[in-house]
């Protein structure tokens, strides 16, 4: 693999650095050079957040913002009303991976975009399956390698492991695998 | 060797100082400081660590209370920046001048006003003239790395002066990257403690920081020039030694494809990684052009900064703090010019303001850099006033 930037945008308390430093810790445990880079602003719950990640063999210099991600995961499906700062600079080629009950078919039309894979997972519903709170980062990183393939499954659960509370583990590994398998990619 | 941890730098720098397990720690929160030292408080509540560590009330009181653990004896340990960094300012000149070994971190931040929890270098260069030892990181391995190098080269006898070791808030402190961290016995073996300096003991009765009348004040300045200035030799032996141990090496500059280059940019910290990655790009382009960080900026390695830049036509220098009304406008080009013009060499340098209270620094940034380089290198004249990088005008 050679170099693949992620960019991740959510809101305020769903997790989405969480999420980029649990794809960090996953890629480096499987033996990757790896960033998670959290955007700081004043932090407010429910504000648009911005997370990346780059994950290479070789050792990563740059320290600024990936500018032209492989893979842009949305968290939130209300971000979808203004779509331009999700899909800007999404490489050709590239994976837009998101939380949404709409179809791969009608996330597309949004995008207006045929040269790019689209993933979508209802990862709300998921989350509020087995979290019961529409914590939906670690649905995210599941639906992220399911479509990318980027890292497997027992990293990111050993990332889990690392990063959560004990009896958080569990339903979160539980969720991963669920939006792992329901995702659809396009 | 040891293991690879995923960690943000402020949790790598917890590791490090953990390892070189001070007896005292004095802690104060602030942004993007604070989870140095919440680490440092898990670490002690759970056992791992054998230290006081006190909570104190101010920035003001932490280094105090430093102040006080060190003429002890104890390996002191305090993390700061920014407003904290500046209400420490008076003790830091005291901890320095009575000759007392301790590692502080900055987490580099703006300062007010307005208020701005984010990256630049103002609070670091703030204190230049302090008499502390003063290096910069620009990874979270180095980060971890130079709290060993800070104890090693702070309790030397033949320095005792405290170290700053510092980082860029957030986009190191808070960005995740592997750092490998070793095991406390060899960290203790390449930092032992060393005990090395005078102490308060009441056998042995001394007096730490009296009245220095005209008769005297002059000397303890003087003296601390020599400490200075001898302490770049045990910096060198440090990472002579760390790169034997550890298999990491630094050095008080780092040059990146330098040797035949026409123009370079001079830098410190984190965003130098970004400006060596677009060397690599502008390569490729037939562009020559190179890069030199300085790590080690007190004592400033004047003659190796020169030597590396002998051959350039133009340098730039980017500046993440602003000297307002200062020749060049940053302390870090002022040193630079200076170091060129001491060692009778005819290179020529302008200088960058850039990415101060947080403004986003990209590549982008780094090709106008050094689009102004390629503008003016065979040029007689230069600009001699700072260029702003990303302000708007």
Redesign the interface.
Known sequence: MSRFEIRWHGRGGQGIVTAADLTATAAIKSGFYAQSIPTFGTERRGSPVIAYNRIDRQQIFERSPVVEPDAVVVADPHLLVNPKPLGAGLKSGGYLIVNTAKSAGEVREIFKRSDIKIAVVNATKLSMDILKAPIVNTAMVGALIAATHILTLESVAEAVKDRFPSRLVEPNVQLIKQAYEFVKVE | MGK???LGGNYAVAYAVKACKPEVITAYPIS?QTTIVERLSEFVANGELDAEFLHVESEHSALSVAIGAAAAGARSYSATCSQGLALMNELLYIMAYVRLPMALTIVARALSAPIN??NDHSDFMSVNDSGWIMMMSSSNQEAYDEILLAYRIAEDPRVLLPVITAM?G??QS?????VEIVDDEEALSFAPKRRSWVTLNPDKPVTMGPVGDPNWYFEFKRQLWEAMKGSRAVFDEAVAEFAKKFGRSYSAIETYRLDDAEVAIVGMG??M??I??YVDRARKDGIKVGALRVKLFRPFPAEDVAKALSNVKLVGVMDRALVPGSPTGGFLHSDVACSIKQAGLDVRTLGYIAGLGGR????DNVRQMVDVLLKYKDSKEVPKEPIFIGVRE
């Open positions: 690879v941890l995923p993007p929890i984010w860029d957030y986009i808070h960005v995740v990257e592997p984190s965003f990684g970004t060596k990655a986003l620094l990209t590549m």
